[in-house]
């Protein structure tokens, strides 16, 4: 049986614009340089265009090398290294 992909508003909430670009609502708000659009004056109001998520989110694909400094600043948002993090082979025991 085929799972069906979620219906996807072209205005999302907060969460659901987190979801859709598959990312914490924290990490969202902190990395995500799209301003929603304002239903209200009240922030429940707010809606991301997911036209527009998908642009942003076009310009920080990994195989395209001129994104490279789009990554970058994500990185240094997050306060972490855009380079892959290696991890370390645990010794064996003997």
């Known amino acids: 049986m085929k799972a069906e992909l979620p219906y996807w508003p072209a205005a999302l ?13 924290d990490t969202f708000k902190k990395v995500c340089p799209v ?3 304002e239903f209200t004056q009240s922030s429940r109001g707010h809606r ?23 990554r ?13 993090i290696t991890r370390r082979r645990r010794r064996e025991q003997t």
């Open 48 to 70: 991301w265009l997911r036209l527009r998520l998908d642009a942003w989110l076009e310009t920080i694909d990994p195989k395209d090398p001129q994104t490279v400094r789009v």
């Open 35 to 37: 301003k929603p659009i």
């Open 13 to 25: 909430r907060l969460d659901q614009a987190a979801s859709y670009c598959g990312l914490s609502v």
């Open 72 to 84: 970058r600043r994500i990185g240094d948002m997050l306060d972490k290294s855009p380079e892959p």
